[in-house]
């Protein structure tokens, strides 16, 4: 698979999907749906479109003469793409942040991980695309994260926890859990997209971030090796890395914290909630 120029693809599909959000800018046309997808959500016909964008951008590239892999991905499930033995998996959320795009809320994006193996700790390509902001978060195991291809900020200065953000922001689920950050953080923010929050820790303009409910593999598996490869800290449903499955069915607790010291809090916090793991 380190034949495939995983980033080019990747801005590939970007391109096409800026295209189409460009073409469906009001809220009435992107809050067409289509029945339901195989990660249980309701669809989106523009969740479908930007999916199909990505399939045909892998079949581009995988599939005779060159290898195969197994694309898992929230609209369509676990499909293998080419024949023969699949070399890697491609973790997929076509649009992470669904809610912001149908409400022309500009932070949403795209999220493509590639593991060698079936668990988080084998991913080995991150990509996660903000159209908010058109920034690039990418990291590749080993080899550090960039932002729009460039290095992070090196050794940004240490806030506490300044500013922390939620995610699965439902006022019930997060009350107890913002009731016990009272005194011990500043400022709280609400993206809307796991995928760029976290991203947002590994760049420090976070210092840390949880969810309040489960999430599933796609959310995730890309942005927890960029917060990782930025020197960051990831807690996934409190399981080891080679213990979180990526396929579909799983459903984890995410957390991250720009310095691991304050993962701690965090998790309590996050445990105040009504989130368990999946
Ligand atoms: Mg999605």
Redesign the pocket.
Known sequence: MDSIDWIGLCRRVVARQRELFVTSSAIAGRTEYEGRGEGGDMSLVL?RRCEDIVFEELERVLGPPGPSAIAVS?ERGEVTIGSGEAAARVII????G?MNMRRTIPSHSLSIAVAGGDSMADVSFGFVHDFGADEEFAARAGAGATLDGGPFELDPPDHGLEVVGIESAEPSWIGPAIALLEGRVYRLRVVGSIAITMSYVAAARFDAMFSARPCRSVDAAAAQLIVREAGGAVDIGGLDPADARLGLDARYTVAAARRPLNLELILEAQAAGPAVHG
């Open positions: 969740d929230e959320d076509p649009i992470d669904s």
